[in-house]
């Protein structure tokens, strides 16, 4: 009997755990639904002032979250890429008079497309950065074969 009573002890600590982890979850989602300036749940009368622009954390996900971890895995990831398409500019193109290293895109394409099919993407993020230019908005394969990208550092 004494037994049993022990057991039933456990099991009712074991429920009062899962119903306080529930009760913090919902809370949590309800401070965040707060936040939320996509939510339309009127229970939450009390709304904090959204972010606008010129705010720090405008556009931003909220600090520690996931959400920001992925974004600065990315950040990352595509920084990368761009060191990578930068040295197989060097590698492959040509130096010029004024001292730059430039490659057509139908080179770097040829070259490139190996390693990533994302080449026109990166390239895009490069000449963002300043660290490439060409003329034009897109390159095409094909189509752009013959247009000049200069590596500017």
């Given at each position: 009997m004494e037994e049993d009573k022990g057991q039933g002890a456990k099991a009712t600590s074991g429920v009062g755990d899962l119903r306080k982890s529930w009760q913090t979850w919902a809370e949590d989602h309800i401070e965040y639904q707060r936040k939320n300036p996509f939510s339309s749940d009127d229970r939450l009368a009390a709304k904090a002032a959204h972010t606008h622009r010129g705010d720090p954390s405008y556009g931003r996900p909220p600090e520690g979250s996931r959400t920001e971890q992925r974004g600065k895995d990315a950040h990352s990831h595509v920084?990368?890429?761009?060191?990578?398409?930068?040295?197989?500019?060097?590698?492959?193109?040509?130096?010029?008079?004024?001292?730059?290293?430039?490659?057509?895109?139908?080179?770097?394409?040829?070259?490139?497309?190996?390693?990533?099919?994302?080449?026109?993407?990166?390239?895009?993020?490069?000449?963002?950065?300043?660290?490439?230019?060409?003329?034009?908005?897109?390159?095409?394969?094909?189509?752009?074969d013959d247009v000049v990208i200069t590596l500017l550092r």
């Open positions: 920084g990368k890429e761009v060191e990578e398409l930068c040295s197989i500019i060097r590698k492959t193109g040509e130096v010029g008079e004024d001292g730059h290293v430039s490659v057509t895109f139908g080179q770097l394409f040829e070259t490139y497309v190996t390693i990533s099919n994302k080449v026109v993407g990166i390239l895009l993020r490069a000449r963002k950065h300043g660290l490439v230019h060409f003329e034009g908005e897109m390159l095409w394969q094909g189509k752009d």
